[in-house]
């Protein structure tokens, strides 16, 4: 018993020291993540890399930056869908649209893009309601390699055929097939629907407010952060976005419990849709 209680007290500290090691060598900030998901992906870090301890993946990943990036993608969690959650892009789709058709010009700001899929959902959205042409949409993540891949914005086929079904929930008024063009078991995307789309690196946790936005999307993120984080990116979405602005987030994330609370008001509660107070 007294040493479990040592064993965890031990990898509690080597957890701790490995996520400062990553930020003062790498700047890469996770020490304000949810403790449990941050131990979940470690533990599993550590069997990919077949260390005993998390001191010995600090050593690794220290010393080996090509280990370093192998690590970020199991801490970056970089899983996506095309249309995930349909009735949220169907209620994007009736509700938020019409009032975003009122703005002459409109930019958005998808926060933690990941690999793309959430991009190219907005997109073909905005393409269809006849929008796209007076969008810019600014894609961020912190992983290189997830927003390289949306920057190509080839899928698997057999994951598209998931995202059609998706497509057509999300009150899709085409052929989800218009969209790419098949080869060799990839869907490659149509390379005008990110005409207007700049990928870049941003961190809700180190970086600050780039520009004036109207819709922020920023789903399935927020989850792995601690409150205080949580309180610090819905700081930034608040500054950002422009008067009457809508922010709109994953099924599981809302700013009810944060400072920001009073800041956000729901436009659609139950998909997680909410405007600028
Ligand atoms: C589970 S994915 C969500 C992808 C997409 N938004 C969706 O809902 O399908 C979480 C993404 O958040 C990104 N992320 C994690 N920490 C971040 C941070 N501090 N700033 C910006 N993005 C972050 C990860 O790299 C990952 O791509």
Avoid at 15 to 41: H, P, T, V
Avoid at 80 to 87: A, Q, W, Y
Avoid at 171 to 190: C, E, L, P, V
Wanted: net charge negative.
């Amino acid at each position: 018993m007294e040493r479990n209680f040592s064993v965890d007290r031990n990898s509690e500290i080597e957890l701790r020291l490995l996520i400062e090691a990553i930020y003062l060598k790498y700047s890469y900030d996770f020490r304000d993540y949810s403790g449990a998901s941050i131990k979940r992906r470690v533990d599993h870090a550590l069997s990919q890399f077949e260390c005993n301890t998390i001191s010995a993946l600090q050593e690794k990943v220290l010393h080996d930056p090509a280990a370093f990036m192998q690590l970020l993608q199991l801490l970056t969690i970089p899983v996506s869908e095309m249309f995930r959650d349909p009735s949220h892009f169907l209620a994007i789709r009736k509700e938020v649209v019409p009032l975003l058709r009122t703005y002459p010009s409109i930019k958005i700001w998808i926060a933690g893009c990941s690999t793309g899929e959430e991009v190219y959902s907005m997109a073909i959205v905005l393409r269809e309601e006849g929008l796209l042409d007076r969008t810019i949409i600014y894609a961020t993540d912190i992983n290189p390699r997830s927003l390289e891949k949306a920057r190509q914005g080839i899928f698997s086929m057999e994951n598209v055929r998931a995202y059609t079904a998706n497509y057509q929930q999300a009150g899709g008024q085409s052929s989800f097939a218009d969209y790419y063009t098949a080869a060799y078991g990839y869907a490659i995307f149509d390379k005008t629907l990110r005409e207007n789309v700049t990928f870049a690196d941003h961190s809700l946790a180190t970086d600050s407010v780039f520009s004036e936005t109207q819709l922020i999307s920023c789903r399935n993120v927020l989850i792995y952060f601690n409150k205080s984080l949580q309180g610090r990116a819905f700081g930034l979405f608040h500054e950002s976005l422009c008067h009457r602005g809508f922010l709109v987030l994953g099924s599981k994330e809302t700013p009810d419990f944060s400072a920001f609370g009073d800041q956000f008001e729901p436009l659609v509660k139950q998909e997680r849709i909410y405007r600028k107070s």
